[in-house]
């Protein structure tokens, strides 16, 4: 059963680990990449034999009328690819193509761990750029006996010899840069039909010689499974989540403006958290995204690049401001859920910050998306108070 990737993404969203979709996204083009590359090589090769099988045809006739026959370097050009106008030896594109593949799988495989360890271990999540990934993140996984299942999933798909091939063949290409496809064919002598991936050693380990496009083959439906697999039972296991307990998605936000002349101008826009008891209800730092899962199960959200989150008592305006969570890091950062630092203020303080927003932000440009948050819209029309008080 193929996974269904809008419950995917809810559950990622539900479970405030949706830092976790854009790797989704990206595997779901990386797999499109590698099953392209596929479906290419296959119908080039049969581009290739249906071609050459056609010279083949045409030089028994000519050898039939003639007595003789000769071969010239167009005839054998006659299997190349017109791309875009652009002539390309069908040969180098099947080497070329055929590598993609291996890349494209591996990559594949490569976002399909990334996905667990942003999603089950949420701000415990091993770094993406960290080489020993997979034996860190099984080795987290460990600690929580729900994840046993998926654990004996992954297991079993690193011990898989289709894994092995799969990792060994990208890694000798990329560190021993030797080339392992070749491709020949016979005309009138000699038997030699082949496109296949040549024998290599990596790692230690032996690898035989392969059809080229029945390994590939293989091993593209070995990715499909293994991806399938394990994203469902990742999604079962979301709820789960090591460490997600510092995020922050409900963001709240007024907006005043004044409207003049026929123009309109903003005097201040400031964004919310809502606690019931007081600023002791939060962690002494947080990790805000803005984000809502709407009734028809629309999801919206946006990069929150604010400096300032007013903390505010539940069911208040603006009127019992207990607290004020202010950025860590540099705005442009690539952080995703961002860090803020919580601390008590005084609602003098708020005050300060309405009273001084026209200074302090006025170069600053604001991008908010209004469906990720709830939040009211105030609009003070004074050429309305005007014309009410010359009456």
Same mark, same amino acid.
């Given at each position: 059963?193929?996974?269904?990737?809008?419950?995917?993404?809810?559950?990622?969203?539900?479970?405030?680990?949706?830092?976790?979709?854009?790797?989704?996204?990206?595997?779901?083009?990386?797999?499109?990449?590698?099953?392209?590359?596929?479906?290419?090589?296959?119908?080039?090769?049969?581009?290739?034999?249906?071609?050459?099988?056609?010279?083949?045809?045409?030089?028994?006739?000519?050898?039939?009328?003639?007595?003789?026959?000769?071969?010239?370097?167009?005839?054998?050009?006659?299997?190349?690819?017109?791309?875009?106008?652009?002539?390309?030896?069908?040969?180098?594109?099947?080497?070329?193509?055929?590598?993609?593949?291996?890349?494209?799988?591996?990559?594949?495989?490569?976002?399909?761990?990334?996905?667990?360890?942003?999603?089950?271990?949420?701000?415990?999540?091993?770094?993406?750029?960290?080489?020993?990934?997979?034996?860190?993140?099984?080795?987290?996984?460990?600690?929580?006996?729900?994840?046993?299942?998926?654990?004996?999933?992954?297991?079993?798909?690193?011990?898989?010899?289709?894994?092995?091939?799969?990792?060994?063949?990208?890694?000798?290409?990329?560190?021993?840069?030797?080339?392992?496809?070749?491709?020949?064919?016979?005309?009138?002598?000699?038997?030699?039909?082949?496109?296949?991936?040549?024998?290599?050693?990596?790692?230690?380990?032996?690898?035989?010689?392969?059809?080229?496009?029945?390994?590939?083959?293989?091993?593209?439906?070995?990715?499909?499974?293994?991806?399938?697999?394990?994203?469902?039972?990742?999604?079962?296991?979301?709820?789960?989540?090591?460490?997600?307990?510092?995020?922050?998605?409900?963001?709240?936000?007024?907006?005043? #403006?004044?409207? !003049?002349?026929? /123009?309109?101008? =903003?005097?201040?826009?400031?964004?919310?958290? &809502?606690?019931?008891? @007081?600023? %002791?209800?939060?962690?002494?730092?947080?990790?805000?995204?803005?984000?809502?899962?709407?009734?028809?199960?629309?999801?919206?959200? #946006?990069?929150? !690049?604010?400096? /300032?989150?007013? =903390?505010?008592?539940?069911?208040?305006?603006? &009127?019992?401001?207990? @607290?004020? %969570?202010?950025?860590?890091?540099?705005?442009?950062?690539?952080?995703?859920?961002?860090?803020?630092?919580?601390?008590?203020?005084?609602?003098?303080?708020?005050?300060?910050?309405?009273?001084?927003?026209?200074?302090?932000?006025?170069?600053?440009?604001?991008?908010?998306?209004?469906?990720?948050?709830?939040?009211?819209?105030?609009?003070?029309?004074?050429?309305?108070?005007?014309?009410?008080?010359?009456?």
């Amino acid at each position: 059963m193929a996974i269904n990737y809008k419950n995917l993404e809810k559950a990622l969203a539900q479970n405030k680990v949706y830092n976790a979709w854009q790797y989704v996204q990206s595997l779901n083009e990386t797999l499109m990449y590698m099953n392209v590359s596929y479906e290419m090589l296959k119908e080039v090769h049969e581009h290739r034999i249906s071609v050459l099988q056609q010279v083949q045809n045409e030089k028994f006739e000519e050898l039939k009328n003639a007595g003789k026959v000769s071969y010239k370097v167009s005839d054998m050009q006659r299997t190349n690819l017109d791309v875009g106008g652009y002539e390309l030896d069908d040969i180098i594109f099947l080497r070329k193509t055929a590598m993609e593949f291996f890349h494209y799988g591996r990559v594949s495989m490569d976002v399909l761990f990334q996905i667990i360890n942003a999603a089950l271990l949420g701000d415990e999540a091993v770094d993406v750029e960290d080489k020993g990934l997979l034996g860190k993140l099984l080795k987290k996984l460990n600690q929580k006996p729900e994840f046993s299942t998926l654990l004996q999933l992954m297991d079993a798909n690193k011990n898989d010899t289709r894994f092995q091939y799969l990792m060994a063949f990208d890694s000798y290409i990329k560190h021993i840069k030797t080339i392992l496809i070749s491709v020949k064919n016979s005309i009138f002598i000699g038997n030699q039909e082949f496109f296949k991936i040549n024998q290599f050693s990596y790692g230690g380990v032996n690898y035989n010689e392969e059809n080229a496009l029945d390994k590939i083959l293989e091993l593209r439906d070995y990715v499909y499974v293994t991806v399938d697999s394990l994203l469902q039972e990742l999604l079962n296991q979301i709820p789960n989540c090591i460490s997600n307990g510092q995020r922050i998605q409900e963001i709240h936000y007024k907006q005043v #403006f004044t409207e !003049k002349d026929g /123009k309109t101008y =903003i005097n201040y826009v400031a964004f919310f958290i &809502d606690v019931p008891n @007081g600023i %002791a209800d939060l962690p002494t730092e947080i990790k805000v995204y803005p984000l809502i899962v709407k009734p028809n199960d629309e999801i919206y959200s #946006f990069d929150f !690049k604010f400096d /300032k989150i007013f =903390i505010r008592m539940a069911g208040t305006d603006e &009127d019992s401001i207990v @607290g004020v %969570a202010t950025l860590k890091n540099d705005i442009n950062s690539n952080e995703f859920y961002r860090i803020y630092e919580v601390n008590a203020c005084r609602q003098i303080d708020y005050g300060l910050y309405i009273a001084t927003f026209g200074d302090t932000y006025q170069s600053q440009k604001l991008n908010m998306n209004i469906y990720a948050m709830d939040g009211v819209m105030l609009f003070i029309n004074e050429d309305t108070d005007k014309s009410q008080n010359r009456e």
